[in-house]
């Protein structure tokens, strides 16, 4: 037999098992899926049932992170919660919280994958409220004012939080008790948030402070670089189109690259950015 003929079943045998593979690997990622879609929880599961209110429309992501003491846990219509999100009330499940909801998430809100909130007296969260992944809230704090006792088991301290409506959390941000956002803040990645901040302003850095607020009569302050792309009247309306709007904001955006040369040679490198870059940057 020759060495050609020989190498025949082998090269067969390579195709076989690269078949295999492949199938084997489509077979997985479908299963997956599956396993996502049916492990959901949205208003039409059994496990809606355990929560305070879960809207219509909203949807929580499967795999879950951990939640619990979903009767004090209140989730408003069309609000999507990412996978691993963590939505917890009290210190452990089986606990009586008393009459009140504990958590309280507005309506048409996005929480980013690996979110954590983390209430025991009480987090508001206004309507349309978006997060980047892994943003972390509490209204819960251990005090350290005994000198002789681990921190972590000296008694905790409550102070309410309040998120207004149309605010924006940028990746990692750490949003801590007795916090008060107004409405549409933008809060930078990373940024640590402790304190009252005003209505349409900008905040970011540890500890947070206000890098770019709006007033009234001379508007943004320091002034926006650019223009909008689009009226807000023009983003509501894509916003309700589906996968074809989203295809024409893309679409406008890179026609906007294009032609302010961002991919150019005289596009800045990040080194070379100035304090307004930085904080234009929310996540």
Known sequence: MSAESRSVPRRLGVLAKDRA??????????????????????????????????????????????IYGEPWISIGDHTLVGTHVTISAGFVPGLDLGPDVVVTIGSSCSLGRGTHIVGHQSIEIG????????????????????????????????????????????????????????????????????????????????????????????????????NPLMSLDELAALSVDGLEGLQLLQDRLRAENGTNGVHGAGAARPQEAGADDVREETG
Do not use: M
């Not at 492949?22 to 396993?35: K, N």
């Open 127 to 226: 309507n349309d409220v978006f997060t980047g992944p892994n943003v972390y809230i509490t209204d819960q704090n251990h005090t350290y004012g005994d000198l002789d006792v681990p921190i972590g088991r000296q008694w905790p301290e409550n102070n309410p939080v309040v998120i207004g409506d149309g605010c924006w959390i940028g990746t990692g941000a750490i949003i801590l008790p007795g916090t008060r956002l107004g409405r549409n803040v933008a809060v930078a990645g990373g940024a640590v948030v402790r304190g009252e901040f005003p209505d349409h302003s900008v905040i970011g850095g540890v500890p947070a402070k206000v890098l770019r607020s709006h007033d009234p009569e001379q508007g943004w302050q320091p002034p926006l670089r650019t």
């Open 21 to 66: 593979r492949r199938g084997l690997h489509s077979a997985v990622h479908r299963t997956w899926e599956w396993i996502q879609r049916h492990g959901e929880i949205t208003p039409h599961t059994h496990g809606a049932r355990r929560f305070a209110y879960l809207g219509e429309g909203a949807c929580i992501g499967f795999p879950v992170g951990a």
